[in-house]
T-cell receptor, first 115, second 110 residues
Framework: DAGVIQSPRHEVTEMGQEVTLRCKPISGHNSLFWYRQTMMRGLELLIYFNNNVPIDDSGMPEDRFSAKMPNASFSTLKIQPSEPRDSAVYFC?????????????FGSGTQLSVL | DQQVKQNSPSLSVQEGRISILNCDYTNSMFDYFLWYKKYPAEGPTFLISISSIKDKNEDGRFTVFLNKSAKHLSLHIVPSQPGDSAVYFCAASGDYKLSFGAGTTVTVRA
């Protein structure tokens, strides 16, 4: 299996622009997570999907952030409009959650820089 | 409010010596704890885990200890090797999601 695939690997944009991050989870996994990594807070959970349905989006920082999962093999995280403080590494992770000890498989992340 | 805390942002250790990484948590409902390892430009990968009903789990050079009364866990790496240089994240599982600490950067000196 190719693992969790994220695109783009790097994104540089100007403040105010729309940014869309993409994720393809591992085939057969039923749970998908978007995390953001910053120096100060480490890995923060933004949103969690189970069977394509958003279960918990309490980590989404503002209305500028939105996420969708139209099918089991694709998810997007959109920031509109983007701001410099959104600069971070965004990770997508997937798992097949039947037990608490099911580990997550992470993609390589998208390094976002908002100028 | 961070429920999982790694208070040491960095650790430097001599090759062959023991690395000890610490993690504290606040939520007593967490029932599973994991450590993830992250190299630059890669996503975190699972390293080792422990259930809340145990106090120790060992896997080769890696051992995780859990002290539930103190809400504290630690990861021991012995002996440390240059390839262990990475960022280590402590994570706690509750309900359906993992809460991560801020990470500890380990540098193993030759």
């Amino acid at each position: 299996d190719a693992g969790v695939i994220q695109s783009p690997r790097h994104e540089v944009t100007e403040m105010g622009q729309e940014v869309t991050l993409r994720c393809k989870p591992i085939s057969g996994h039923n749970s998908l997570f978007w995390y953001r990594q910053t120096m100060m807070r480490g890995l923060e959970l933004l949103i969690y999907f189970n069977n394509n349905v958003p279960i918990d989006d309490s980590g989404m920082p503002e209305d500028r952030f939105s996420a969708k999962m139209p099918n089991a093999s694709f998810s997007t995280l959109k920031i509109q409009p983007s701001e410099p403080r959104d600069s971070a590494v965004y990770f997508c992770a997937s798992s097949f959650r039947v037990r608490e000890d099911e580990k997550l498989f992470f993609g390589s992340g998208t390094q976002l820089s908002v100028l | 409010d961070q429920q999982v805390k790694q208070n040491s942002p960095s650790l430097s250790v001599q090759e062959g010596r023991i690395s000890i990484l610490n993690c504290d948590y606040t939520n007593s409902m967490f029932d599973y704890f994991l450590w993830y390892k992250k190299y630059p430009a890669e996503g975190p990968t699972f390293l080792i885990s422990i259930s809340s009903i145990k106090d120790k789990n060992e896997d080769g050079r890696f051992t995780v200890f859990l002290n539930k009364s103190a809400k504290h866990l630690s990861l021991h790496i012995v002996p440390s090797q240059p390839g262990d240089s990475a960022v280590y994240f402590c994570a706690a599982s509750g309900d359906y999601k993992l809460s991560f600490g801020a990470g500890t950067t380990v540098t193993v000196r030759a």
